[in-house]
């Protein structure tokens, strides 16, 4: 069982100019409440019991639209993806007063926390060589992506792709590994986050899988 505990909370950088910043529609609790259901705990760090806060800068229009949201300070996993995530689908959910300055910057830090998931077992070495192996995969995630998309565009050298093959064994991109990503993108359609649906399924696609193909085909056209 997995317990998550999101603490969030909004920081505004102080402008120049004395202006009201935007406010979540239905307070601090109903963005806690939002956060809290549509979070998908990423599978890396879950698994590797990696938690900690990220923080988000982000800025919003006068529609109430959510632009240039960038991690302001996070762990360089997972975790910094679905924080990203999460602040962008709150978009169209914010009340903004009429003197808002868009250059207004904030922040919400995100606090990922698993209860009840054995992570006291889990010393800081173990976490910290967790995470220093996510990283490092990353150079090897990106090897497969690029043949892949150079293999859709006829550009890859096909001699190569035994090594590919060795390389996804090793990063353990498996039926199991590509079953839980198309989980992943089904939720994110259902909150009516297509853009961060089409990224896990585009990822399926560019590790030489045809499984999120009708998917793709569905929604990201």
Same mark, same amino acid.
């Given at each position: 069982?997995?317990?998550?505990?999101?603490?969030?909370?909004?920081?505004?950088?102080?402008?120049?100019?004395?202006?009201?910043?935007?406010?979540?529609?239905?307070?601090?609790?109903?963005?806690?409440?939002?956060?809290?259901?549509?979070?998908?705990?990423?599978?890396?760090?879950?698994?590797?019991?990696?938690?900690?806060?990220?923080?988000?800068?982000?800025?919003?229009? &006068?529609?109430?639209?959510?632009?240039?949201? &960038?991690?302001?300070?996070?762990?360089?996993?997972?975790?910094?993806?679905?924080?990203?995530?999460?602040?962008?689908?709150?978009?169209?959910?914010?009340?903004?007063?009429?003197?808002?300055?868009?250059?207004?910057?904030?922040?919400?830090?995100?606090?990922?926390?698993?209860?009840?998931?054995?992570?006291?077992?889990?010393?800081?070495?173990?976490?910290? &060589?967790?995470?220093?192996?996510?990283?490092?995969?990353?150079?090897?995630?990106?090897?497969?992506?690029?043949?892949?998309?150079?293999?859709?565009?006829?550009?890859?050298?096909?001699?190569?792709?035994?090594?590919?093959?060795?390389?996804?064994?090793?990063?353990?991109?498996?039926?199991?590994?590509? =079953?839980?990503?198309? &989980?992943?993108?089904?939720?994110?359609?259902?909150?009516?986050?297509?853009?961060?649906?089409?990224? =896990?399924?585009?990822?399926?696609?560019?590790?030489?899988?045809?499984?999120?193909?009708?998917?793709?085909?569905?929604?990201?056209?």
């Amino acid at each position: 069982m997995i317990i998550i505990y999101i603490k969030i909370w909004i920081i505004a950088f102080a402008n120049l100019l004395q202006t009201d910043d935007p406010t979540y529609k239905g307070g601090t609790t109903a963005l806690n409440n939002f956060i809290s259901s549509n979070l998908i705990y990423p599978s890396f760090s879950k698994n590797n019991c990696i938690q900690g806060t990220i923080y988000v800068a982000f800025q919003v229009d &006068k529609n109430g639209v959510v632009f240039n949201s &960038k991690v302001q300070k996070g762990l360089g996993v997972d975790l910094d993806d679905e924080a990203l995530r999460l602040v962008r689908i709150t978009s169209n959910k914010w009340i903004i007063p009429t003197n808002h300055n868009i250059n207004t910057r904030l922040v919400i830090p995100v606090n990922f926390s698993l209860k009840n998931y054995n992570c006291n077992e889990r010393s800081s070495d173990q976490i910290n &060589k967790a995470i220093a192996l996510y990283q490092s995969r990353l150079a090897l995630e990106k090897a497969v992506i690029n043949y892949y998309k150079n293999k859709a565009e006829g550009k890859a050298n096909e001699q190569n792709e035994a090594e590919i093959i060795v390389l996804k064994s090793e990063l353990g991109f498996d039926d199991k590994f590509i =079953s839980q990503k198309l &989980k992943e993108a089904k939720q994110k359609i259902k909150q009516g986050d297509k853009e961060g649906a089409c990224e =896990s399924l585009y990822f399926v696609k560019y590790i030489g899988s045809t499984a999120a193909d009708l998917l793709i085909a569905e929604n990201c056209k």
